[in-house]
């Protein structure tokens, strides 16, 4: 009697020890336990624990500096939505800085922990931080235009923007910048400002992967240009690749402008056993122009200075050329080193500046 009294309270105890042990694991899957916010733990009051289900429904035992305590769990489940797409810059980390690990741990509406990819740590980020009001919503594509009051009351790539007397929901416009910089203006003067031009705000407003939004001083308004307009391939013996030609595929098209990204540049590698040139993307040669403008090339072109036979001008680019001399295109096809009108030379320059040096003496 006494061995089967044993055998139940045994069974009894093992069910309890499993049920005890179900409900830990099934808490240890849906919460996690919060960490310290401080580099020293404070003193907690919580109850002592051992095990999960010594705690709360919404409570975990959870290790801290001094014992095990009862403390609210976190819930794991993302949130929804995804994290925001972000520059690669961090002029905004923080020393120190404890993130987070799950979605639960953020407060604001619309917001998910999401890695600071130039901090290299977590921390809680607004969904939408990326997108923006475009300046004009009456014909933005995928748009929804539900009425709204803040930016939670619409999908998750969208943005509660002013339209006319309400606000609707439409998709939210794309701040992050391209990687990538801007060229070297080279207007010095207005006189070529387009009064129709289509002012952009952010480098998403932009076609291709290689158009940025960038400021035109002279002009005072913003235009999408090409970030890759002052690079140029490296060097490319013709002749010597035509002598060994290479059993090579093109993996992209001069014409077509196949590659993508800041400075890279479909060029030529080599000569194919069929004479066809052999074309991939290679990391470009940047070369920045000098101040001003070149004439267009007919204007270059004088009827008593035909074009010279087997000669290849004298510049490539304006680097090659003296002061303030720019390399421009003629019509015969090839480059010369010009001053521009107006331009001063050097030793007007001079002048000019010892003018001023006796006029302030």
Known sequence: MKAVLVIVIAAVYTVEVVRS?????????????????TEIPHHRTEPICTRDTDCAGDEKCCDWSDNQHCLKGIDRTPAPGECPRQSMWNDACLAGHVGCRYDAECSGIGEKCCLNFGCGYNECQSIRQHLACPRSVSSIENSTYLDCETDADCGFDEKCCESDNSTVCVSGLDIVPKIGFCPVP????????????????????????????????????SECVNMNRDFACPWFDRPAAAANPISDVST???????????????????????????????????????????????????????????????CGYDEDCYGNHKCCETACGYKQCLRLPGSQTREKRLEHLLEILESES
């Open 186 to 221: 080279l207007e010095t003067s207005d006189q070529s400002c387009s009064p129709t031009h289509t002012e952009c705000w952010y480098d998403s407003e932009c076609g291709g992967t290689t158009e940025k939004c960038c400021r035109n001083n002279a002009c005072d308004y």
């Open 21 to 37: 042990s179900d409900e830990d694991l099934l808490k240890s899957a849906d919460l996690a336990c919060p960490i310290s916010q």
């Open 252 to 314: 992209c098209s001069i014409e077509n402008g196949t590659c993508s990204g800041f400075g890279l540049l479909c060029c030529p590698t080599g000569m194919s056993h069929s004479g066809d040139l052999v074309q991939h993307c290679l990391p470009a040669i940047l070369h920045r122009p000098k101040a001003g403008q070149c004439p267009p090339s007919e204007v270059l072109q004088h009827e008593n200075a035909p074009c010279l036979e087997n000669y290849h001008g004298n």
